[in-house]
């Protein structure tokens, strides 16, 4: 009888266990090539990626927004110097929009800033589940696996049993054809044995 691990025994036994994340072992990418990931693996593993993927695109998007900021720093440093003309009144408007646009990357930053910070545990907590439903599919191949071993063992332990038969009777056999053979040699002689033996 196959046992069936649930969700909280797997859970309880693996919390307090450091693992990698699994999508980049290759380890885990051996225990499940294509063929072997059911679709709850796959959309587990899917989960997976796409938050790595989210922090990833969410830390490349942060350092350009700083470097749009500190580009847009720079533009209002060079046109603070504001006199009273049409020059002057380019510059305000520059410095103006530039003041607007460093708020919004402001924001945006806080909110990406935010959201990164979130991930690490949504990431830990989509790899723990998607390591308990690898460690349950793993046991379930294993005792399936384990299954077939026994009916291959008992078979193999048959046919060793059937060989042994096998050779005693092939050995019988030899040993009869042997007297007979003797015994025909004895009776006949070797020149009528010849012609039997040439032409059976």
């Known amino acids: 009888m196959r046992k069936r691990y649930k969700d909280k025994d797997i859970n309880s036994k693996i919390k307090n266990v450091k693992v990698p994340i699994l999508t980049l072992d290759s380890r885990w990418h051996e225990l499940f090539p294509d063929e072997k990931k059911t679709r709850l693996i796959s959309?587990?593993?899917?989960?997976?990626?796409?938050?790595?993927?989210l922090q990833g695109k969410l830390v490349n998007d942060?350092?350009?927004m700083k470097k749009l900021k500190k580009t847009l720093l720079k533009e209002i440093v060079v046109n603070m110097d504001i006199k009273n003309d049409i020059v002057s009144r380019s510059k305000e408007k520059k410095l103006t929009q530039n003041k607007r646009l460093i708020n919004e990357l402001n924001e945006k930053i806080d909110t990406s800033s935010e959201q990164l910070s979130e991930l690490p545990y949504k990431i830990r907590e989509a790899n723990a589940e998607l390591l308990s439903e690898s460690i349950r599919n793993c046991y379930e191949r294993i005792h399936?696996?384990?299954e077939e071993l026994d009916k291959i063992s008992a078979w193999i332990m048959n046919t060793r049993e059937e060989l042994k038969v096998k050779i005693l009777m092939k050995h019988d056999m030899e040993a009869i054809n042997e007297k007979i053979y003797t015994y025909l040699h004895d009776i006949l002689g070797?020149?009528?044995?010849d012609m039997f033996d040439n032409n059976p």
Do not use: T
């Open 43 to 53: 959309e587990l593993e899917q989960k997976v990626n796409d938050l790595l993927k």
């Open 62 to 64: 942060i350092k350009d």
């Open 144 to 146: 399936s696996n384990k």
């Open 190 to 193: 070797p020149e009528v044995i």
